[in-house]
């Protein structure tokens, strides 16, 4: 069970102008590459949301351990203490659109009043 003490916030690595809606392609990566767990909602990506064209996936629930963190922090593995976020672009040559950075915004105000 996941005990979100921490948000965590991933960028895709994969231009939005090379594929603007990426929860397909990362769903697929994650289950056949990656062999990450499915979620409780029947979806294979390893965060708990998903910001990409335009939209916020819930991937999985809140409780839910997440599959997007390898470091350890005071001796448990993150994906039992924080919720993760991923946002659909490349990091190292774009910025997010102004829209994903304002659904992202609301998502982590939403994450901090319920937790």
Known sequence: MNKP???????????????KDQFNSINKYHKEVREFPVSSLGIYVGYHRLITGGKNYKCREDSEIGAHCNNVVDGLSMNLQALGVGVGFDGDIEMP???????????????QDKH
């Open 97 to 111: 659109t102004t829209e994903h950075t304002k659904l992202l915004q609301q998502q982590i105000w939403e994450w």
């Open 5 to 19: 003490k921490k948000i965590l916030v991933h960028c895709s690595d994969v231009s939005q102008t090379e594929l």
